[in-house]
């Protein structure tokens, strides 16, 4: 079977993880603040804050934005439910943004039509939560006029979409946002096997985030309401959890991050590939219309809905292991037994009857997309 998304590993790396088992320090040593530093001066964006996954980041960056159960939280519906799990977590309300069928981005007019809305009931969002599908950047630039039209924060979730670009620079740089959060889960862009990041700008956030991270404890004397301090004194000042990253996982992004850029160069020209050979299929394919995408992920979504699952089954028959991002979020089980009522998503719930995301990563071999290609031709021409 072909997967359709697939790690790297090279001896490099594996030297970089046995280097830190033999060390002082499996946690909380050199390597988590190496491998921020490292991030932040590749997305150039001034705090970043490993965390165990992109799951805790964003829970982490909605708690520091003050998320509380007298809130609401937005984000785009077509997404992993973790997108939105974070607000729940929190307490929140929780709604959900109707997606541009060309980009499976959230909709700008969507978002702005329900913005309105809201308005005039007071019900206005405390945090947006634009998620940067399949690797392209949503239009930052408008979503950041909102903001400031509604008086909403932002979170980014770029789980997708590190090594991507917004048109003036790279996916992380927090220009338009207060915080990103990046996933290394080994299907992403780069991985740390679990592990994820937020990123900011603003110290007041990434000071809660860091207090949030590891128990709501600090040993800053100058964050302490102690002023006599004996030298074992640390105080835990809010309720956190252990959302910490280890050492192992550090030096392995550090490892992996020597090789984005190679990695997003192989994916956009793979996906450059599957543009070329699927043209003439009654298929559509995401347009890249913003930025530069990590590309993630290749979805197509098929002219003729009504053969969506027995073009899902024939590839996997044929040992393709396709799969759908996403089912919308408000179809799950879990979602549909809370006691909130949800925006309709027509262009969500097309999207879905149609797409099914193919293999794309850095290592597929020219090979085996030619065996995607030629699957999908016998099963669609
Ligand atoms: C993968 C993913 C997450 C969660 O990432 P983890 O690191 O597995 O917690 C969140 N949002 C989106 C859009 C994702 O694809």
Same mark, same amino acid.
């Given at each position: 079977?072909?997967?359709?998304?697939?790690?790297d590993?090279?001896?490099?790396?594996?030297?970089?993880?046995?280097?830190?088992?033999?060390?002082?320090?499996?946690?909380?040593?050199?390597?988590?603040?190496?491998?921020?530093?490292?991030?932040?001066?590749?997305?150039?964006?001034?705090?970043?804050?490993?965390?165990?996954?992109?799951t805790?980041?964003?829970?982490?960056? #909605?708690?520091?934005?003050?998320?509380?159960?007298?809130?609401?939280?937005?984000?785009?519906?077509? !997404?992993?439910?973790? /997108?939105?799990?974070?607000?729940?977590? #929190?307490?929140?309300?929780?709604?959900?943004?109707?997606?541009?069928?060309?980009?499976?981005?959230?909709?700008?007019?969507?978002?702005?039509?329900?913005?309105?809305?809201?308005?005039?009931?007071?019900?206005?969002?405390?945090?947006?939560?634009?998620?940067? =599908?399949a690797?392209? /950047? #949503?239009?930052?630039?408008?979503?950041?006029?909102?903001?400031?039209?509604?008086?909403?924060?932002?979170?980014?979730?770029?789980?997708?979409?590190?090594?991507?670009?917004?048109?003036q620079g790279?996916?992380?740089?927090?220009?338009?946002?207060?915080?990103?959060? =990046?996933?290394?889960?080994?299907?992403?862009?780069?991985?740390?096997?679990?592990?994820?990041m937020?990123?900011?700008?603003?110290?007041?956030?990434?000071?809660?985030?860091?207090?949030?991270? /590891?128990?709501?404890?600090?040993?800053?004397?100058?964050?302490? !309401?102690?002023?006599?301090?004996?030298?074992?004194? %640390?105080?835990?000042?809010?309720?956190?959890?252990?959302?910490?990253?280890t050492?192992?996982?550090?030096?392995?992004?550090? /490892?992996?991050?020597?090789?984005?850029?190679? %990695?997003?160069?192989?994916?956009?020209?793979?996906?450059?590939?599957?543009?070329?050979?699927?043209?003439?299929?009654?298929?559509?394919?995401?347009?890249?219309?913003?930025?530069?995408?990590?590309?993630?992920?290749?979805?197509?979504?098929l002219?003729?809905?009504?053969?969506?699952?027995?073009?899902?089954?024939?590839?996997?028959?044929?040992?393709?292991?396709?799969?759908?991002?996403?089912i919308?979020?408000?179809?799950?089980?879990?979602?549909?037994?809370?006691?909130?009522?949800?925006?309709?998503?027509?262009?969500?719930?097309?999207? %879905?009857?149609r797409?099914?995301?193919?293999?794309?990563?850095?290592?597929?071999?020219?090979?085996?997309?030619?065996?995607?290609?030629?699957?999908?031709?016998?099963?669609?021409?």
């Open positions: 079977m072909i997967p359709y998304g697939r790690q590993i090279n001896q490099a790396d594996i030297d970089e993880v046995l280097a830190v088992l033999h060390s002082d320090f499996l946690t909380q040593g050199p390597k988590v603040p190496e491998f921020e530093a490292a991030v932040s001066h590749y997305v150039n964006c001034q705090f970043a804050l490993a965390t165990n996954s992109a805790s980041a964003l829970h982490i960056a #909605c708690l520091a934005l003050g998320v509380s159960c007298e809130d609401r939280v937005w984000t785009s519906v077509n !997404s992993f439910v973790a /997108s939105s799990n974070c607000a729940l977590y #929190c307490g929140a309300q929780i709604d959900f943004i109707d997606i541009d069928p060309r980009t499976g981005n959230l909709s700008l007019v969507a978002l702005e039509t329900m913005l309105i809305n809201a308005q005039k009931t007071n019900t206005l969002p405390k945090v947006v939560i634009p998620v940067h =599908f690797g392209q /950047s #949503c239009d930052m630039p408008t979503i950041h006029e909102l903001s400031k039209r509604f008086g909403f924060a932002i979170i980014e979730d770029a789980s997708h979409a590190i090594g991507g670009e917004y048109h790279k996916i992380g740089n927090c220009q338009y946002s207060d915080i990103t959060v =990046f996933s290394f889960h080994p299907v992403k862009i780069i991985t740390t096997a679990e592990g994820g937020a990123m900011t700008n603003k110290p007041e956030l990434a000071e809660k985030m860091a207090l949030f991270r /590891s128990h709501g404890i600090t040993k800053n004397p100058d964050l302490m !309401s102690s002023t006599t301090l004996p030298p074992w004194y %640390y105080e835990q000042q809010v309720l956190g959890y252990n959302y910490r990253m050492e192992l996982q550090a030096c392995l992004g550090l /490892s992996q991050l020597t090789r984005i850029d190679e %990695y997003i160069q192989q994916r956009n020209s793979k996906a450059q590939c599957y543009n070329d050979a699927l043209k003439n299929l009654p298929l559509k394919v995401l347009e890249v219309i913003y930025g530069k995408s990590a590309y993630h992920l290749y979805v197509i979504q002219n003729d809905a009504t053969r969506h699952l027995t073009v899902f089954n024939a590839l996997r028959a044929a040992q393709i292991g396709v799969n759908l991002h996403y919308p979020i408000t179809k799950q089980p879990y979602y549909q037994q809370l006691d909130m009522t949800f925006t309709a998503h027509p262009h969500a719930d097309d999207y %879905y009857a797409a099914i995301s193919i293999p794309l990563f850095p290592t597929m071999s020219d090979k085996d997309q030619q065996d995607v290609i030629q699957a999908l031709t016998d099963i669609l021409l």
